[in-house]
């Protein structure tokens, strides 16, 4: 599977950015959840989830870095 375009999440309002990470993040929180109580069926979606957040993190550092200049 390709991994997503930043462009993509470049496009992104900040308030959609932010409503964004909080989604991801609770994802990841119930994804080690099935993981602890053995329900995972999906494994690969940690990874996918991680380079996600970290798309979201990065673009939303760059904008709060362009904003304090």
Do not use: C, Y
Request: charged residues 30%; proline residues 3%; hydrophobic residues 35%.
């Amino acid at each position: 599977m390709a991994r997503p375009d930043i462009t993509a999440v470049r496009t992104l309002t900040d308030g959609e950015l932010t409503e964004q990470i909080n989604g991801i993040r609770r994802e990841l929180f119930e994804l080690r959840f099935q993981q602890a109580t053995r329900r995972l069926e999906h494994p690969h979606r940690f990874k996918q989830a991680r380079i996600k957040l970290a798309h979201l993190l990065s673009v939303q550092k760059e904008r709060q870095r362009s904003t304090a200049s």
